[in-house]
């Protein structure tokens, strides 16, 4: 990220692999943001391991979004365009 004063950051965004729910009534993805906010561990759940994934993906994008806004900041992914957070929105 780079912030107002133009210093450069590394976060870090991590996806876990799908786990069942207990009640074996789908899955649920952890994702954590790292180096930005509260890092707190999130999970997005979906009725397969597939759909976990996707909506963690979405909610990453989301989540990168608000925190651009929140802290004035602009994230880029390493490997994209200006502006290209590496998740859909």
């Known amino acids: 990220m780079t912030t107002r004063d133009g210093r450069q950051t590394a976060i870090t ?5 799908p786990v069942e729910f207990p009640e074996g009534s789908g899955y649920y993805a952890p994702f954590q943001i ?5 890092e707190k561990i999130r999970y ?3 009725v397969d ?4 994934i996707q909506l963690a ?4 994008g989301a989540t990168l979004s608000a925190l651009q806004r929140e802290h004035a900041v602009e994230f880029s ?3 994209g365009d200006e502006g290209d957070l590496g ?3």
């Open 13 to 17: 965004v991590k996806l876990g692999k």
């Open 34 to 38: 790292t180096g930005i906010g509260s």
């Open 44 to 46: 997005a759940g979906g």
């Open 49 to 52: 391991a597939i759909q976990a």
């Open 57 to 60: 993906m979405k909610m990453l």
């Open 77 to 79: 992914w390493e490997a």
């Open 87 to 89: 998740f859909p929105s």
